[in-house]
Nanobody, 127 residues
Framework: QVQLVESGGGPVQAGGSLRLSCAAS????????MGWFRQTPGKEREFVAA????????YYTDSVKGRFLISRDNAKNTVYLQMNSLKPEDTAVYYC????????????????????WGKGTLVTVSS
């Protein structure tokens, strides 16, 4: 049974930083691209960042480029999202997810590309 558990969310002031973690179990983590998505009430889940299965390639939505950094530790089955210079518009529930296909050549991912999801962690950025 695949499980993804996010942690690290919480309240933060604008300009601050948070580091999200997502611990995976029940799958061969190192075979799959990983993604972070976020969602606010009334909106569709949107892509934030992705990292290739080896951790060599990364992709970001334009709004977080230069502020967020995705990384992974395959030995720990964990993917991270370092979020710096946070803005109120970054407020959302953040989800990690696994790609459906092992060893896929990565690009920007969509929610439909993902097989398993965590339950999310809430990030609240106040101005």
């Amino acid at each position: 049974q695949v499980q993804l558990v996010e942690s690290g969310g919480g309240p933060v002031q604008a300009g601050g930083s948070l580091r999200l973690s997502c611990a995976a179990s029940g799958l061969t983590f190192s075979r799959y691209n990983m993604g972070w998505f976020r969602q606010t009430p009334g909106k569709e889940r949107e892509f934030v960042a992705a990292i290739s299965w080896r951790g060599v390639s990364t992709y970001y939505t334009d709004s977080v480029k230069g502020r967020f950094l995705i990384s992974r530790d395959n030995a720990k089955n964990t993917v991270y999202l370092q979020m710096n210079s946070l803005k109120p518009e970054d407020t959302a529930v953040y989800y990690c997810a696994t790609d459906r296909i092992a060893f896929r050549t990565i690009g920007s991912l969509e929610a439909a590309d993902m097989a398993y999801w965590g339950k999310g962690t809430l990030v609240t950025v106040s101005s």
